[in-house]
């Protein structure tokens, strides 16, 4: 396969991994107070992304991709709140796993490997295009 190609192959690959990271970042992040709905009920659990390499046969490159979302097994955070409607019986409070300095760095370092693989489309569509202007000149 065209290296051009593969290399399409692979950001365009990281870009729709990233993609994913970035919604289960944002769902955590958007789910970071959201007690159980009923006294003593499990709150929100946060999600996890898992990432697998995978080959590729048609163009011979290995690319990542989303191997499963799971949920954080981490305790849940309790909180003394006996006016909650989801407090149990002492008053307690289970608030959800998610650390927001936590999906705060994941969706900074998510986003910096999207950008990056961004770039490395433009780069290939830049010498893409220098190869085909080269190419015409020659003529």
């Given at each position: 396969m065209d290296p051009l190609a593969a290399s399409l192959k692979i950001a365009s690959a990281g870009l729709a991994a990233q993609s994913t990271?970035?919604?289960?970042?944002s769902?955590?992040?958007?789910?970071a107070f959201s007690t159980g709905k009923t006294p003593?009920?499990?709150?929100?659990?946060?999600?996890?992304?898992?990432f697998a390499s995978e080959l590729d046969r048609a163009s011979g490159t290995t690319l990542v991709k989303v191997s499963s979302i799971g949920v954080d097994s981490s305790p849940f955070n309790v909180e003394h709140d006996p006016?909650?409607?989801?407090?149990?019986?002492?008053?307690d409070v289970k608030l959800p796993n998610v650390n927001m300095l936590v999906e705060l760095?994941?969706?900074?370092e998510a986003n910096r490997?999207?950008?990056a693989d961004l770039q490395v489309m433009k780069?290939?569509?830049?010498?893409a295009s220098?190869?085909?202007d080269l190419l015409k000149g020659s003529l």
């Amino acid at each position: 396969m065209d290296p051009l190609a593969a290399s399409l192959k692979i950001a365009s690959a990281g870009l729709a991994a990233q993609s994913t990271r970035l919604r289960v970042v944002s769902e955590n992040m958007a789910n970071a107070f959201s007690t159980g709905k009923t006294p003593g009920a499990e709150p929100y659990q946060r999600k996890t992304v898992s990432f697998a390499s995978e080959l590729d046969r048609a163009s011979g490159t290995t690319l990542v991709k989303v191997s499963s979302i799971g949920v954080d097994s981490s305790p849940f955070n309790v909180e003394h709140d006996p006016g909650n409607r989801a407090a149990d019986a002492k008053g307690d409070v289970k608030l959800p796993n998610v650390n927001m300095l936590v999906e705060l760095a994941d969706m900074r370092e998510a986003n910096r490997a999207y950008e990056a693989d961004l770039q490395v489309m433009k780069q290939v569509r830049d010498l893409a295009s220098m190869t085909v202007d080269l190419l015409k000149g020659s003529l």
